[in-house]
């Protein structure tokens, strides 16, 4: 099972970005996929996570700026970043809880780089 992520960059402040994370492999389900961001020497901290039945859940300091989706058809979760801050710049990791036919695991991406700045 792979986690891919997609869509991270360079951004000013104010600006928007799209994250999407792929989920590939023998999967049977996948429950909740989110996302999480953590800079170096910094423990990793929650962004949005979203349930299999699409309700959300989002860390206080993205609220009302960040929103989280996903297809399930394509077993992908997306994160739209909205009026980003220079204090959003981060690694973004994509994670889910992935079943296969008598088991579930915790998988993370790669991790993305999202840098905010003028």
């Known amino acids: 099972v792979q986690l891919v992520e997609s869509g991270g960059g360079l951004v000013q402040p104010g600006g928007s970005l799209r994250l999407s994370c792929a989920a590939s492999?023998?999967?049977?389900?996948?429950?909740?996929m989110g996302w999480y961001r953590q800079a170096p020497g910094n423990r990793r901290e929650l962004v949005a996570t979203i349930t299999s039945e699409g309700n959300p859940t989002y860390g206080n300091s993205v609220t009302g700026r960040f929103t989280i989706s996903r297809d399930n058809a394509k077993k992908t979760v997306y994160l739209e970043m909205n009026i980003l801050k220079t204090e959003d710049t981060d690694v973004y990791y994509c994670n889910a809880v992935i079943c296969g036919l008598t088991v579930c695991s915790d998988y993370w991406g790669q991790g993305t780089q999202v840098t905010v700045s003028s």
């Open positions: 492999g023998s999967i049977f389900s996948i429950q909740t």
